[in-house]
């Protein structure tokens, strides 16, 4: 964020002429770089990535109760209601929304985890 003041200028035979105000900026810290996730666009990862839309797209429709285990190790257990390319969004006891990146695996409800 820019902050602009007017100040009175000083005159000393070579700055700014005296009857215009002279506006200064206040310099703030810069903002953070975006975090950017990776692409999925290798031809190699063309098959990987069809799969999971497939997999995704299945549990979605049948309405699976599944068990997302983050990379910290914490369970969310509930139905996944949509996905895009970075995230899921889960229907549980909340809705919570995922980053892939933080996925660690991901189960159906009763079937033995790793």
Known sequence: ??????????????GPRPDRPQARTRKTSPAPIPFRFPAHTLVDEAPRRDAELFYLQKQIQSQTQMVVVLEDGERIEGCIEWYDRNTLKVRGRTKTLIYKSAIKYMHKLGEPGQ
């Open 1 to 14: 964020m820019i902050s602009h003041t007017i100040l009175p200028s000083v005159r000393n035979g070579t």
